[in-house]
């Protein structure tokens, strides 16, 4: 049923690496209908609590698998977030599947459809409107409550394309 992990390096980042890089955990023990997953990467920079990061890759040993901002993509971008801010060239878990509290800069509401843009620090309406509730290729996930700011959103666990804007 998956990798074991102490659950509290969810939300404590480590300046040593204590899993392997693109490891991913599910928490089964969350009583959430979707689990939340999360994937093991190392901060390309300093990353911001519920700030949307890609996961991406590098050549650099022991820097195999890391965020970076989001940037344009024909499709399958892995983003997620932390929970916890990030010191530059720590070792954290993303979540990038379930309920989650992600930074949103426009204003969504319970239902929406929501995508990141290039260079985004935050959420998007999917389509640029409220009542964005059809499902598209950018869709990173769809929001529990609204407003602007942390917001609770079911992320989709999926590849997505991230638009240019």
């Given at each position: 049923?998956?990798?074991?992990?102490?659950?509290?390096?969810?939300?404590?980042?480590?300046?040593?690496?204590?899993?392997?890089?693109?490891?991913?955990?599910?928490?089964?023990?969350?009583?959430?209908?979707?689990?939340?997953?999360?994937?093991?990467?190392?901060?390309?920079?300093?990353?911001?609590?519920?700030?949307?990061y890609q996961v991406s890759y590098s050549n650099t040993v022991g820097s195999e698998v890391i965020s970076k901002a989001p940037a344009t993509i024909g499709s399958g971008a892995c983003v997620g977030v932390s929970s916890v801010a990030v010191t530059s060239g720590y070792y954290a878990w993303l979540q990038f599947g379930g309920k989650a509290s992600v930074l949103c800069t426009d204003t969504v509401a319970a239902g929406d459809f929501v995508e990141v843009l290039n260079a985004g620090t935050g959420l998007k309406l999917d389509g640029g409107v409220s009542g964005s509730t059809a499902e598209g290729a950018t869709s990173l996930g769809i929001a529990v409550t609204a407003g602007t700011g942390a917001q609770t959103i079911v992320l989709s666990g999926k590849g997505v394309q991230i638009a240019a804007s």
């Open positions: 049923m998956g990798i074991s992990i102490d659950k509290d390096d969810l939300t404590r980042p480590s300046s040593e690496r204590k899993y392997s890089l693109g490891e991913v955990y599910v928490d089964y023990s969350s009583t959430d209908a979707i689990k939340p997953k999360y994937v093991y990467v190392k901060s390309h920079g300093a990353l911001t609590a519920s700030q949307p």
